[in-house]
């Protein structure tokens, strides 16, 4: 991970994937050390997580399976309707809400006595991840135009406090003038990042011209040598 990220910091681009914050909370060394801590818990009881959540909340695999054909059969279409993708989403999100919380129930229960603090360990991991996310999609511009194109069933995302809440809460939509002003935000930065790549790719492109002169120049001067030399 951190090679990836200083490989792509080398190539000095707009924007580095590895480099958000989202990422590096994933793959830092305390996250890590943690989820290690559990992850007896978590390896031991993972089957049997997952068939509770299952029964309780609805299969995932399968809901993804539905949301992956809806997204085969909308690109079948002339028109392809971006807006009915997302509102396939809902459903999804709701069982992702209730796995998150049968997950959390269920490793708390089953790890009571090896292990009492997995469940909540797993509340804390996931929380942190949803809010780094959120700080991501702030910096790109894009937290009010996804919150308003997402199904209200999937706005816990941008209050990961919400997801487990036992107070359900509805976030506010945003109006359409937010999110035009989103989408216009996020088109002026990618044609900022479009200007910056031009200007590199003629950079390079002027070096490589002069680089091929000068070896051009150094083939020419070794064959006078070579001349020279045979003379």
Same mark, same amino acid.
């Given at each position: 991970?951190?090679?990836?990220?200083?490989?792509?910091?080398?190539?000095?681009?707009?924007?580095?994937?590895?480099?958000?914050?989202?990422?590096?909370?994933?793959?830092?060394?305390?996250?890590?050390?943690?989820?290690?801590?559990?992850?007896?818990?978590?390896?031991?009881?993972?089957?049997?997580?997952?068939?509770?959540?299952?029964?309780?909340?609805?299969?995932?695999?399968?809901?993804?399976?539905?949301?992956?054909?809806?997204?085969?059969?909308?690109?079948?279409?002339?028109?392809?309707?971006?807006?009915?993708?997302?509102?396939?989403?809902?459903?999804?999100?709701?069982?992702?809400?209730?796995?998150?919380?049968?997950?959390?129930?269920?490793?708390?229960?089953?790890?009571?006595?090896?292990?009492?603090?997995?469940?909540?360990?797993?509340?804390?991991?996931?929380?942190?991840?949803?809010?780094?996310?959120?700080?991501?999609?702030?910096?790109?511009?894009?937290?009010?135009?996804?919150?308003?194109?997402?199904?209200?069933?999937?706005?816990?995302?941008?209050?990961?406090?919400?997801?487990?809440? &036992? !107070?359900?809460?509805?976030?506010?939509?945003?109006?359409? +003038?937010?999110?035009?002003?989103? %989408?216009?935000? =996020?088109? @002026?930065?990618?044609?900022?990042?479009?200007?910056?790549?031009?200007?590199?790719?003629?950079?390079? &492109? !002027?070096?490589?011209?002069?680089?091929?002169?000068?070896? +051009?120049?150094?083939?020419?001067? %070794?064959?006078? =040598?070579? @001349?020279?030399?045979?003379?």
């Amino acid at each position: 991970m951190a090679e990836a990220r200083d490989c792509v910091a080398k190539c000095n681009v707009p924007f580095n994937p590895f480099d958000i914050k989202t990422m590096r909370l994933i793959c830092s060394e305390d996250i890590r050390a943690e989820m290690k801590k559990h992850s007896v818990c978590f390896k031991e009881q993972a089957n049997a997580t997952h068939e509770r959540c299952n029964k309780m909340c609805g299969s995932m695999k399968e809901m993804t399976g539905d949301l992956q054909g809806t997204a085969v059969s909308l690109n079948r279409t002339n028109g392809f309707n971006l807006s009915e993708l997302f509102d396939s989403m809902g459903g999804m999100c709701t069982i992702g809400k209730c796995y998150a919380r049968c997950s959390r129930d269920s490793f708390n229960e089953l790890c009571r006595q090896s292990d009492p603090t997995a469940g909540s360990f797993m509340q804390q991991f996931t929380e942190e991840i949803m809010s780094a996310m959120n700080e991501d999609l702030n910096q790109f511009g894009m937290r009010k135009m996804m919150n308003c194109i997402l199904p209200t069933e999937c706005h816990y995302m941008f209050n990961p406090a919400e997801l487990f809440s &036992e !107070t359900e809460t509805t976030s506010s939509e945003s109006s359409n +003038e937010e999110v035009f002003k989103s %989408l216009s935000s =996020l088109e @002026k930065q990618n044609g900022k990042e479009s200007k910056i790549y031009q200007s590199e790719k003629r950079l390079l &492109e !002027t070096r490589e011209r002069n680089l091929n002169k000068k070896i +051009e120049k150094l083939n020419l001067e %070794l064959d006078q =040598l070579k @001349k020279k030399l045979a003379a």
